[in-house]
């Protein structure tokens, strides 16, 4: 019984993973009406209920969001929310 409780949480764990894992999508670095910002969204989703924004892509892509705002503050000498330009 025990041995048959642990191989169905180990093949629940592997079947789960992925799926929430597919689902996050990469932190990226955009500009948004000139303020910096780390979100979670692809670029159809930024743009999506905003209009006419100037929003685009200034940075990488991370998979830990807070790698993205170290990011800013290291190569950009900026905090989130700081003054940026898309050109």
């Known amino acids: ?6 191989a169905a949480a180990l093949i629940l764990g592997t079947v789960a ?3 929430a894992f597919a689902q996050s999508a990469p932190a ?5 009406n000139n303020r910096i910002m780390v979100e979670r969204a692809t ?3 930024m743009q999506s209920g905003r209009g ?3 929003i685009c892509i200034i940075g990488p892509s991370f998979d830990f969001q807070p790698d993205g705002v170290t ?3 290291q190569n950009l ?3 989130v929310g700081g003054s ?3 050109r």
Do not use: F, G, N
């Open 77 to 79: 000498r900026s905090d």
């Open 28 to 32: 990226t670095v955009y500009c948004v």
């Open 84 to 86: 940026c330009r898309c």
């Open 71 to 73: 990011w800013v503050r």
């Open 1 to 6: 019984m025990l041995k048959t409780l642990a």
């Open 52 to 54: 006419h924004s100037e």
């Open 17 to 19: 993973a992925p799926a």
């Open 43 to 45: 670029m159809s989703q």
